[in-house]
């Protein structure tokens, strides 16, 4: 099973934690405590469609979007 997130630049460079509803409506948390790239895909065992005639779930795979300023003001040029 695949999803995608979206976060913010602050959050790939420092890490982030998030919750996505499930299609059963459960809640799953997607967190990352490092440095994280866009497009990288986390993969969370168990969290995916249940498998054929088994009690087993597969994976779910999670893309990461980075969603990155248009701009930046002279305070946010002058921190980095």
Do not use: C, W, Y
């Not at 998030?18 to 299609?23: F, Q, S």
């Not at 498998?51 to 946010?76: A, C, I, R, Y």
């Amino acid at each position: 099973m695949h999803t995608e997130i979206n976060i913010t630049l602050k959050e790939a460079l420092l890490g982030f934690s998030t919750e996505i509803r499930h299609l059963d409506d459960h809640i799953v948390l997607v967190d990352r405590d490092s440095v994280i790239q866009p497009g990288e895909i986390i993969r969370i065992k168990g969290e995916g469609m249940p498998k054929h005639q088994t009690s087993d779930k597969g994976d779910l795979f999670v893309k990461v979007n980075v969603n990155f300023p248009n701009s930046l003001t002279e305070k946010q040029i002058e921190s980095i």
